[in-house]
Structures are given as C-alpha cells and as structure tokens.
C-alpha cells in the first residue's frame, strides 16, 4: 500500500478534477493510488449504469477500486473504467527516461 494516500474531497468532484487526481496517481506510478482516485470518480456517477456499460457487477466495481486490496483490478477493467467515466488514457514523454533505446540491428547485405 502507499505511504502516501490521495486526499480527495468528500464532496463531488468536477469532471476536471476528478480527471486532475487521476493523473497525479499514474504519475506516482502507485497502483493503490491510481485505483483510489478512479474510485473517487467513480461514486460521483451512478454505478450500478457504469457496471452495466462496462459488463462488470457493481459490486465487482465498487471492489475493484476500493484501493487498498492486496489484488488489484487487470489493465481492462482500468480502460473499460475510464472510458465509461468519459475519460482517457494518454500517455506521454517523461523528462528522464529510464529505459535506453535499443541499439539498431545490424541490416543483412543484399543478396545476389
């Protein structure tokens, strides 16, 4: 679990907020973070409609995103989520990239 949690507000949040505090908890690369914040957003809406858009049962959703669970929800149900909230993922360049680039592969002389 995170030593640090999302502060979220109790009362309802805008859709541009809710999309603000999804973002911070991907940047932190935290999953207990990121399934926090999508379950804030998520009791904003009614549930029982996006569990039926998504094909997942409200119960299962409202579990999935309690944050907290030793198991986590799959990359799915995080985009099928997101999308039924009206949001989207959208990944971007980190200023200090972690993972070198691959060296080119040498290319095989023409055949003749």
Same mark, same amino acid.
Request: no cysteine; aromatic share 8%.
């Given at each position: 679990m995170s030593e640090?949690?999302?502060?979220?507000? =109790? /009362? %309802? #949040?805008?859709? /541009? $907020?809710?999309? $603000?505090?999804? +973002?911070r908890a991907f940047e932190s690369s935290d999953i207990t973070e990121v399934c926090q914040a999508i379950? =804030?957003? #998520? /009791? $904003? @809406? +009614? !549930?029982? $409609?996006i569990a039926n858009e998504c094909g997942i049962a409200r119960q299962t959703l @409202?579990?999935?995103?309690?944050?907290? /669970? %030793?198991?986590?929800? +799959?990359?799915?149900?995080? #985009?099928? !989520?997101l999308d039924a909230l009206g949001f989207q993922l959208h &990944?971007? &360049?980190r200023r200090k990239a972690r993972a070198r680039w691959a060296l080119p592969k040498a290319v095989p002389p023409p055949e003749s």
């Open positions: 640090r949690s999302l502060k979220l507000p =109790s /009362r %309802p #949040l805008s859709r /541009r $907020d809710a999309a $603000d505090a999804i +973002n379950g =804030s957003a #998520l /009791r $904003d @809406y +009614n !549930v029982s $409609d @409202y579990r999935a995103f309690a944050g907290g /669970r %030793p198991k986590h929800p +799959n990359f799915t149900t995080i #985009l099928t !989520v &990944v971007t &360049v």
